[in-house]
C-alpha cells in the first residue's frame, strides 16, 4: 500500500503526466523534452529523476546525451493496470489544448533533429545511408548564398538574428529590424561574436519600416509576418523599401487552428491562406507573385509557405489585365 501510494501521489502532477506521454511516443533528451513541455530544464531534469527512480522512466547514454523513454516494464508487466490506465488517458486527452501543444513542439523537435545530419544516426535510427559526413542545410544554404550577387537585404522581424547573421554572408548590407529592444540587444551581441560588421540594427514596427524607399535588392519576412498588426501593411511596407527590380521574400505559416501559439509565442495571425498571402504581395504592387509549400511533415500541423514576388521597375509598362483592373 505505501508503493502504491507514492506511485499516485507522483502521478498526481500534470507536468509529468504530460512527460510520460511524450516518452511514450519517443526517445527525448533533456534539451529536447524543455523544448517539447515549456518548462525550465531544472523542472524537467527533476520529474526525470523522480519517474525514473519510481522505474517508470529508462535512460540510454548516447553520443554525450542521454535520452529518456517510458520503461519498457511499464507496458510489459501484465500483472498491473498501469500502463492500460495511461493509455486510455493519454487517449482521451488529444483535444486537450496543453496536450496539442506538447504534440506541435514534437513535431518540430523531430523535425529538427531529421534536418541536423550529424546527429540523423540517433538512438532509434540506425541507418548508415543517412550518415554523410558534413552534410548540412546551412552548408547548403552558405553555398547557394554564394552565387547571388553582394546584393542589400532587409530581414524585418529579425529576432535574435540568427538568419540576419546568414544572410550577412553573402549579402553587401544587411538592414535587421525588430520591434524589441531586448530582442535587438541580444542579436547585436551574436554579431560581435560571429564577428559580423555589414548589419544595421534598427529598431521599429513592420508596418512602419525606419528604412528609405528603395533602400535593399530583397525585403524578407521569415515567420514574422503572423505577429503583425496589420499583416497587409507589413508586406506594403516590405515592397516600399524594395527597389526597383528587387525581390520580397515571404516565409511563413499556412492557416491552421493552433490557438495556443497565441499565448505562448505570441502569435496573431493563425497562419495565411495561400491565396490570402498570394493577395497582399499583389495588392503590395508587386509582380510574379508565386506561393508555394516550402516545409511540411506529415502529421505536423504547422506547414510552411513561401511567397515571393518582384518589384516592377520603373520603365515596366503594365500588364494587359493589370490594365483592364486599373
Known sequence: MRQASALYRLLGDEARLRLLRVLAREQLNVTELTGVLGLAQSG??????????????????????????????????????????????????????????????????????????????GPDTRDARQLVPGRSWAAWSRALGRLLPPVKVADLGCGE??????????????????????????????????????????????????????????????QALHHAHNPPRAVEEAARITGPGGRVLVLDLRAHREEWVRAKLGDRALGFADEELKKMLVGAGLRDVRVGVGAHKAGDPFTVLVASGTKANATTKPRKHEKEKA
Do not use: C
Open 161 to 222: 538574428g540568427y538568419l540576419t547573421i546568414e544572410a550577412a554572408r553573402w549579402a553587401s548590407r544587411v538592414f535587421a529590424v525588430d520591434r524589441s529592444d531586448v530582442v535587438l540587444k541580444r542579436a547585436r551581441g551574436l554579431a560581435r561574436r560571429r564577428r559580423v560588421t555589414n548589419v544595421i540594427w534598427k529598431r521599429g514596427e513592420l508596418e512602419k519600416l525606419p528604412i528609405r524607399d528603395g533602400a535593399v535588392d530583397v525585403a524578407m519576412l521569415s
Open 44 to 121: 524537467v531534469s527533476r520529474h526525470l529523476g523522480l519517474l525514473k527512480d519510481a522505474g517508470l522512466v529508462s535512460e540510454e547514454k548516447d553520443g554525450g546525451f542521454s535520452y529518456y523513454r517510458l520503461a519498457a516494464s511499464v507496458r510489459e508487466d501484465a500483472e498491473t493496470p498501469l500502463w492500460t490506465l495511461l493509455e486510455a488517458q493519454f487517449r482521451v486527452s488529444g483535444d486537450d489544448p496543453a496536450i496539442r501543444a506538447d504534440e506541435a513542439r514534437l513535431h518540430e523537435i523531430l523535425r529538427l533533429r531529421k534536418e541536423n545530419f550529424e546527429s540523423h544516426d
